[in-house]
């Protein structure tokens, strides 16, 4: 088979389009024959050696895709060569074949394409995760949701106005205010690029406590970091709770006197630590957000995809910080 591969730590311009053996399905494994690879920010760590996991090399990055099953391994109950699903593959995505357990794949709906069966389950379990079980948002509080046109931003949005929520979306361009306004923000901010100097921190942070409102903001979801979480954080509600999800401006230093003054809780969110530790829990999760996507409630936006040769493009523009909603790359027609 063919697969994208990290053969030595660097950016994507090093990924190498080249022969690969076949993988095997092992014990409780099947394989998969991928159609589509979606593009994550984990992908753009992971083959420079700054994710928290490192797999042997060579690997192909790409942490979840779609496909049709190509051989079941022993002990697998319930599936079949030819079933379209959703995996979750950690890496290893982006290749013509990946051997994935069994207990990490999804049935992908008929009538749903591959490229948004891939692009469904990172981003929306994540959020949900960090929404619910993190953040305890009610309906009707507020919610401040920092790259808000990302993939998590985006399904942000749609998870908190879904679970009757006031979402304000914080965004870097009026064409992303516009993807976030699309997806149902209530309210949006355009905000500059760090780093800020202090007075431009201190404006920013006044910019966020006039969007959310004077009781603030009752939940924060960053997946940003840098220098938009200090001045998120100051426009935080009385016992708000504040998502810390991902650092692609840089991981941020926040100063605790501010989550003393407003009694507020800083929340660490891992999804994929918690989905190994509660698999019943993440379970009710992907089966409400599978509801939720057949009731239009959430949708997977795939803004542009990639031929199999060019997903190291999709990884730059992803680290570059440009995308707006999904990123997928076609494996196979």
């Not at 982006?94 to 469904?120: I, M, N, T, W, Y």
Request: include cysteine; hydrophobic fraction near 45%; glycine fraction near 12%.
């Amino acid at each position: 088979m063919r697969a994208l591969l990290s053969k030595a730590p660097g950016g994507p311009e090093t990924l190498e389009l080249a022969d690969a053996p076949d993988p095997v399905a092992r014990k409780g494994q099947v394989v998969v024959a991928v159609k589509a690879c979606a593009i994550n920010y984990p992908d753009v760590l992971i083959i420079q050696d700054k994710y928290q996991f490192k797999p042997e090399r060579p690997f192909a990055p790409g942490g979840e895709v779609s496909g049709l099953i190509d051989s079941v391994g022993e002990g697998v109950e319930g599936w079949a060569a030819g079933d379209r699903v959703i995996a979750m593959t950690g890496w290893n995505g982006l290749a013509e074949k990946v051997a994935v357990d069994a207990v990490k794949l999804q049935r992908l709906p008929e009538g749903r394409s591959f490229a948004e069966g891939s692009a469904l389950l990172l981003t929306y379990a994540t959020t949900i995760h960090a929404l619910l079980d993190r953040g305890k948002l009610q309906a009707g509080q507020t919610l401040l949701v920092l790259g808000a046109a990302g993939g998590v931003g985006l399904a942000a949005i749609e998870l908190g106005k879904a679970y009757g929520a006031r979402v304000v979306a914080a965004v870097s361009s009026e064409e992303k205010a516009e993807a976030a306004r699309q997806a149902g923000a209530d309210d949006t901010i355009i905000y500059g690029r760090a780093p800020f100097d202090k007075d431009a921190s201190k404006a920013l942070a006044e910019q966020f406590k006039a969007a959310v409102g004077p009781n603030g903001a009752d939940v924060i979801y960053d997946p940003v970091g840098g220098d938009y979480a200090e001045p998120a954080l100051r426009s935080i509600a009385w016992e708000g709770r504040y998502l810390v999800v991902g650092f692609p401006a840089g991981i941020p230093r926040l100063p605790l006197n501010l989550t003393l003054l407003k009694s507020c809780d800083v929340c660490g969110v891992f999804w994929g630590a918690f989905a190994a530790r509660d698999p019943k829990a993440n379970a009710a999760h992907t089966a409400t957000l599978f509801r939720l996507w057949e009731e239009g409630k959430i949708n997977p936006r795939v803004t542009e995809t990639y031929a199999f040769a060019d997903g190291g493009q999709a990884i730059a523009k992803m680290g570059d910080r440009g995308a707006i909603g999904k990123l997928v790359v076609t494996v196979a027609e």
